[in-house]
């Protein structure tokens, strides 16, 4: 059956409520654990309950998670189902059911709630899972050769130290027909990671061990953009009707149609739609643009909003607009989000102004580089020219590329990397150069400093290191 996202949402948390979960809010994409950045999954704001660090409030909790994941920024647009922003359904048990329930429970969900065919699904359990494969082969029926031993991938951590466990995941079969011959989970044209079931029942210490812990938990995370891709029968996550209305905005707004549009155009527009929710979501949350941590990764994903923007050619600022729509979307489940409308929209709006003004000014020189008559012979712009755009004028090296490339020039990025070098060189002479007259002549150092020139804005000097 076609479900909405929302639907979706509601009978997961129906499901595990019926059966003893509270149901608990999201919390705030900033975690209360000091050791991690941003919430990346379900389990984090339980982490001191798994670790026996709390007790909990309940034996069995379900959630809808708001989620962001910068490990996956690469992906964004070129997988189907990857996004930085994307919200994670899950059930927890602290120290009460443990696998047989889990496994039961999780496919009861898929199969009867969500009306998949059970031989559209194929799971997967740790390789040394016994009692796992046994549940799956036993108590459900799957046929053995549908349940895949994984490696590490079917051993999930929340990061290098803390609760973590053996985990089985269920995947979506985009093309049974292929048969069960070679199954293999890794093929993503074929199968689709939907549900992943972890048996958290170990800690790992900075040194690498892993102990038991206290108690046997569950923690399990469904994608809902996943989920919602297989039920509504889009190819893709961003088609789903919790991202597309987003990316429909974007192409209004450049004049384009996704739908007849090429590999590329569409690509930006999914980076548009899966970057304005990191970003609403996360000012929502009281994170502001700045040069680290959290602030510089939402400044981040909003300056490749501006970039994919200009790439599909809407000029001038966008974001705010496009911005709308995910408030839109969001604020019934997320009622942050309009209640903080006005602020998230100035922000968005100031970041945006300040960051087409690099790019207008760099872009201006780019081409005076480029009808260089050298360059025009060599069609290579040189390391010093890439050099000059990012250190004077705050122009990020992979734009110079990018936009060389689609001119038809290269970039002599060896040449480049040797600028960067010597820049660093440059920079630590200098600052021996200053120690040394710190020591008596102050009118000196002010010389040196007003000589230099910095008509870039220095916060992008980090830009040139982030993909
Ligand atoms: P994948 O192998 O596809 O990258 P994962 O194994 O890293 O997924 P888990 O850490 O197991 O994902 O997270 C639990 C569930 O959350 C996944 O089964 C998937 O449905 C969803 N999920 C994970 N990462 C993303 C993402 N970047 N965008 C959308 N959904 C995601
Ligand atoms: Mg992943
Ligand atoms: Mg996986
Ligand atoms: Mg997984």
């Known amino acids: 059956p076609s479900l909405t996202g929302a639907e979706i949402r509601a009978k997961f948390l129906n499901f595990f409520a019926e059966r003893g979960h509270k149901v608990m809010p999201s919390a705030s994409l900033v975690p209360a654990d000091p050791t991690v950045l941003l919430t990346i999954a379900g389990m984090l704001p339980f982490k001191p309950i798994f670790l026996g660090q709390q007790e909990p409030e309940v034996p069995r909790a379900t959630t809808s998670q708001k989620c962001i994941r910068t490990n996956d920024i690469e992906n964004v647009g070129r997988t189907a189902r990857h996004h930085t922003f994307f919200e994670m359904l899950g059930n927890f048990s602290f120290g009460d059911y443990f696998k047989k329930e889990a496994i039961a429970w999780g496919w009861e969900l898929v199969t009867k709630v969500f009306q998949l065919p059970p031989d559209r699904l194929v799971v997967s359990v740790y390789h040394t899972d016994e009692d796992a494969f046994a549940i799956w082969r036993d108590a459900i029926g799957i046929p053995a050769h549908r349940i895949q031993r994984m490696g590490d991938d079917n051993f999930w951590a929340s990061g290098a130290t803390g609760p973590c466990g053996p985990c089985s995941e269920i995947y979506y079969d985009f093309h049974p027909e292929l048969g069960d011959e070679h199954i293999d989970l890794e093929d993503d ?8 079931l972890v048996f958290m029942e170990l ?19 469904l994608g809902l953009e996943r989920m919602a891709q297989v039920l509504q029968g889009v190819p893709n996550n961003y088609e789903t009707d919790l991202i597309f209305p987003i990316i429909k905005k974007a192409a209004d707004l450049a004049g384009r149609d996704y ?7 569409k690509t930006s527009l999914k980076v548009i739609g899966d970057h304005v929710r990191s970003v609403v979501h996360m000012i929502a949350d009281g994170i502001n643009a700045s040069n680290v941590g959290r602030g510089y990764i939402m400044r981040r994903l909003l300056r490749r909003v501006v970039r994919h923007g200009r790439l599909i050619g809407i000029d001038g600022t966008f974001a ?17 989000t309009r209640e903080r409308e006005k602020f998230i929209k100035d922000e968005i709006q100031i970041e945006e102004m300040r960051f087409l003004q690099t790019l207008e000014r760099g872009e201006k020189l780019l081409e005076e580089i480029l009808a260089k008559p050298e360059v025009q012979s060599s069609k290579v712009i040189s390391g010093i020219d890439v050099f000059t755009l990012y250190d004077t004028y705050g122009f990020p090296s992979e734009l110079t590329q990018e936009i060389a490339e689609e001119e038809g020039f290269t970039v002599d990025v060896d040449g480049f990397e040797s600028e960067m070098k010597k820049q660093q060189e440059r920079s630590q002479a200098a600052h021996e150069d200053i120690d040394l007259m710190a020591k008596d002549n102050w009118a000196n150092i002010a010389k040196e400093i007003g000589k230099t020139e910095f008509l870039g804005y220095t916060q992008l000097s980090s830009e040139a290191t982030v993909k």
């Open 320 to 336: 705010a607009a496009v911005a709308e729509v995910a408030i839109a979307l969001s604020e019934s489940v997320y009622p942050n």
């Open 203 to 221: 800690n790992r210490d900075a040194d690498g061990n892993l102990t038991p812990l206290k108690k046997q938990n569950i923690d399990t995370g």
């Open 259 to 265: 739908h007849s549009s090429d590999e590329k155009v």
């Open 189 to 196: 044209s074929r199968f689709l990671e939907i549900y992943n």
